[in-house]
């Protein structure tokens, strides 16, 4: 057990290095092979996903799990798609910024190179699995995926067929690799390979993600918890922060760009707290709100604490009633965890200084927090949300994979 | 003693949100004065500094320690005009790049945004106290100093300076602190205050620098140890080979950018080797070769492997023949810290070869390097050179210090 961490990333290094360069239509050939062999052995893919599925059902996973688990036609059919997407997006490797003549004659610039090696720790969803080495094969990196206990067969049976097809395309063996022990100690052995592992990317819950960046002392990028919030301010358009409001909470409560909180500017809350109330009682959603907009909306339960800092992820949201822009922004600083912020407002000031001062991965103007993604950010596939501020924030797509190197280019100069 | 560290931390971040959007007529202000301040009170740090020396004398540190550790009129003066040419450089804050229109109309950018809370922890040199403090003020970001023990009196006077002037000129109190406590436990407490130090960078010799990235569960940038090649190709100009080897290995050997080996192709082994054997014996650099070397240098030691991996921050040099570049880059792959890699050639796909397949900060192309340095590179100060991969690479300005965040202006689009 102990030794198959250690071991598929020794084979995972070795694999980087001649995967750093190669070339841009090996990568895609191998994406499409991949894609191609996917579909064909989709029968395997649904067996071993059957094989999960019982288990999670004999087991007691919760209808949300196995729904997240589960894996049909069309499913598959998506990731192939998804492996097809990532083969037509531009490869940003050996690409080279800002290059420069500086006075002694020397030419300087920054290459775009792999990170290396990427482990990756995920949970039930079976797709991340291809999503996650796609990407890091388009940017040229080796992955170590570390999928969730629930996904097991389905995961084996995927990478199986993905690093077959993509060797036998021309990329270099160990290139993708997945750990099949479902142990909790490889998660902890994965955290400590340094100089193996550049880095590593937990995606799924708080949980999960916490675990990791308290735990690793390998480098981490940190992903998606999102408690987001809406300030409606009092310039507002109210028919717009009403339909902000309601995508933000209703379009897809679960993702982590959903919306968890509004503040409402004390000026507009007779007006607007009404509206949004019917709204969301139209649609399901539990309300939880601050003493002031109880005496606006006496029949919704009072917002504890709790409430404030929560991820609901569910049709919940808590309201609190704000004297101004700064408390606003003050609330957003203390509860925030950096994901998507957002203002509605048609006051131009207020709106430069929420930019300017709210400190997340997105913030937004009129607009509603459920663009923080890759595709609608234009960076095609992403692989996930990073919410620290090293190495990147935000939608990380292939770009976000990637690192510089300096390359400099001399006739002879020596340093006086 | 354990109340110091995150107590400062808490005033480093409350201190962090008001600097972020300091405007930058205020931070020049604050580096101009502080500039004056230090001279103004140089006799203090004088006092200070003879304290440290003659504590260090007393416990018999070594003569380069105590070399490091000497401030002298000059060397204030010097700190001095660093904070005055950090006044010059551009504030890199609340710069956009890349702003698209996607075609549902949004406008998103980056923007470039302070880190937040940096943690420098570095070694005896007190100059690092004012040259830290003054790049992460410019970038704004609050700063945690802790400086070694034997520095401790000069860095207590310098930081209460600095910080002075730059409270008076308008900088919220709290942006620049030291950690008096000398004690290990403080830095094994700054490596886990998630929540307060954003990044930590560590300063100085490889061991410090270990410990930090082997313990950190906070985001760390790894920073300079450097074991440096230089491959002399077959090809080479070698009179230009030779001046490139002097000049990394002698111009100051005491430094993480001079070479520690020479990769010499075969062919022009019998050739170069006496005429660089004759140049380093005439400056006192001490050589060590593998045995090819020696059938041709037969006076020198033989290196073991402990020489290929060893920085030796000395006049000494590890010499190996090798059968050709490929070798020549295995080795480097084996052996280099992703600092500074040179080759020295005339053959155009050798020198492609070469940039495209090593892995580090800087690959140089015939010229020395000595020059991987944040004011060779035109970056201005630097703040130390970043061997990791994440985050960012090679010499570290004002622009590693700060991230981005995305800033979405929008006039009422949701999503479907």
């Given at each position: 057990m102990q030794g198959e961490v250690k071991e598929k990333a020794q084979r995972a290094k070795d694999a980087a290095h001649a995967l750093a360069t190669l070339s841009t239509a090996v990568k895609n050939q191998a994406l499409l092979a991949m894609a191609q062999a996917l579909r064909k052995r989709q029968a395997d893919v649904l067996a071993a996903n059957e094989e999960d599925l019982s288990r999670g059902r004999k087991e007691g996973l919760s209808k949300a799990m196995l729904e997240r688990l589960l894996l049909n036609e069309e499913r598959i059919t998506a990731m192939a798609e998804g492996l097809e997407d990532v083969a037509k997006l531009p490869d940003p490797i050996g690409n080279m910024t800002s290059v420069t003549r500086r006075p002694n004659g020397l030419q300087i610039g920054k290459m775009r190179v792999p990170l290396g090696v990427i482990g990756i720790i995920y949970e039930s969803r079976p797709n991340v699995t291809v999503d996650a080495a796609a990407l890091c094969l388009k940017s040229g990196n080796a992955v170590i995926l570390r999928g969730g206990s629930e996904a097991i067969n389905s995961n084996i049976t995927i990478a199986e067929i993905i690093s077959q097809a993509a060797t036998q395309a021309g990329v270099p063996e160990g290139a993708i690799q997945l750990i099949t022990t479902t142990d909790r100690e490889a998660v902890n052995e994965m955290m400590q390979l340094h100089g193996y592992i550049d880095v590593l990317i937990p995606r799924g819950g708080a949980g999960l993600i916490q675990t990791v960046v308290r735990n690793s002392t390998i480098p981490v990028i940190e992903t998606g918890v999102g408690n987001c919030h809406l300030y409606v301010d009092e310039s507002a358009n109210l028919s717009m922060a009403k339909a902000i409001a309601i995508n933000g909470k209703?379009?897809?409560?679960?993702?982590?760009?959903?919306?968890e909180t509004l503040l409402i500017n004390a000026r507009v809350a007779e007006n607007f707290l009404p509206q949004i109330s019917q709204a969301f009682q139209e649609r399901g959603v539990e309300m939880r709100g601050c003493p002031k907009t109880r005496t606006i909306l006496p029949n919704i339960l009072e917002a504890t604490e709790e409430d404030w800092a929560k991820?609901?992820?569910?049709?919940v949201i808590a309201l609190k009633v704000v004297e101004n822009l700064e408390e606003a922004i003050n609330h957003i600083r203390r509860y925030?965890?950096?994901h998507s912020e957002v203002i509605v407002t048609e006051d131009y000031s207020k709106a430069l200084q929420f930019t300017n001062q709210v400190d997340a991965a997105a913030v937004y103007v009129n607009a509603s927090s459920r663009f923080t993604d890759g595709s609608q950010f234009g960076?095609?596939?992403?692989?996930g949300i990073s919410t620290q501020k090293l190495h990147t924030r935000g939608p990380m797509g292939l770009e976000e994979l990637t690192t510089n190197k300096f390359v400099i280019y001399g006739q002879g100069q020596i340093r006086d």
């Open positions: 209703t379009q897809r409560p679960a993702v982590c760009n959903a919306l991820e609901y992820l569910d049709l925030g965890t950096g960076l095609g596939a992403e692989i």
